[in-house]
């Protein structure tokens, strides 16, 4: 394949003729850039849609949840759900497809390419696994949402999140804006503590980014209308389209958060 060293010139900021030069005195970090140029490359995506993955390696934060709510919130928008264990076309409000019924017949790269050209966002629901499917599709996700939950071993969990997908060594390059969600708090005091010592940590990973990282923290507080709607297979935003009172509270909650993430996110 040639080399395209005008992209490359403009992308890195050097000339082509430092390019061409380094390719010979200094081969070993002119292959560097040639691999992180070409991923760049390969990510583009030739389509006005937006991607966005949800993720954590710790299970049970909030990611479905959040992709859900957030898919419902926006139009035009699809979830690609690459959890092959737990399949939610089924019970999510927004439409939803699960890999794992395409896994024999498409790459995650050719799903994600089919995707971003019908719709405007398309939301990664991943699962608490780096695996090559989530590798692959964080790729092509220039916004993450991130949950986390009360306790020191999310705290922990989130960390090794930044460290595995972002950290020095990761193949992905470029720029992401993320969203650190807090999740399920109940207690608002705990909730701020949480989030002094997470922003320490934070800035203690931030030398060890590979990609730049645009972060902004919010909250969603415990509901217990999220856990009943998600029982009988909807979402709470759906519960107050069918005029089941108890669930406005919540929905409004669910609402100002959808709000927060679309306004970092800048989709408006
Ligand atoms: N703010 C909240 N209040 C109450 N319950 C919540 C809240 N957010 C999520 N839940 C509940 O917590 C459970 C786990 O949430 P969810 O399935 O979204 O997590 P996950 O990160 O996708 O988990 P997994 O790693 O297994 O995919 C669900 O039963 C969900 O209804
Ligand atoms: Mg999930």
Redesign the pocket.
């Known amino acids: 394949m040639a080399i395209d060293y005008s992209g490359m010139a403009f992308f890195f900021n050097k000339s082509e003729r430092t390019l061409r030069r380094w390719e010979n005195e200094k081969s070993e970090i002119f292959n560097m850039m040639l691999e992180q140029y070409s991923a760049q490359e390969s990510k583009e995506l030739n389509s006005n849609s937006t991607v966005i993955a949800t993720v954590?390696l710790k299970?049970?934060?909030?990611?479905?949840?959040?992709s859900d709510a957030f898919g419902f919130y926006l139009d035009d928008s699809i979830i690609l759900n690459l959890?092959l264990a737990?399949p939610a076309s089924q019970v999510n409000a927004c439409p939803t497809i699960d890999y794992v019924e395409h896994i024999e017949n498409k790459t995650v790269e050719e799903i994600i390419r089919e995707l971003t050209q019908k719709y405007r966002y398309v939301i990664i629901d991943t699962?608490?696994d780096p695996t090559a499917e989530v590798l692959e599709a964080l790729k092509y996700a220039s916004k993450l949402i991130i949950?986390m939950t009360v306790g020191k071993r999310t705290r922990q969990a989130t960390e090794s999140t930044l460290h595995t997908f972002f950290g020095e060594g990761t193949a992905l390059t470029g720029a992401y804006d993320v969203f650190f969600l807090f999740?399920?708090y109940t207690d608002k005091k705990k909730r701020d503590e949480a989030a002094a010592l997470f922003k320490e940590a934070y800035e203690e990973f931030k030398p060890y980014a590979a990609v730049k990282l645009n972060p902004k923290l919010g909250a969603?507080?415990?509901?217990n209308a999220?856990?009943t709607a998600?029982e009988s297979g909807k979402s709470i935003f759906q519960m107050v389209q069918e005029n089941r009172t108890a669930y406005a509270t919540a929905a409004k909650k669910m609402t100002v958060l959808c709000n927060q993430i679309e306004e970092h996110f800048k989709l408006n």
Do not use: F, M, R, W
Not at 59 to 66: A, R
Not at 220 to 223: E, H, V
């Open positions: 954590s299970g049970g934060v909030g990611k479905s949840t959040i959890d737990q699962p608490g949950p999740n399920a969603l507080d415990a509901s999220i856990s998600e």
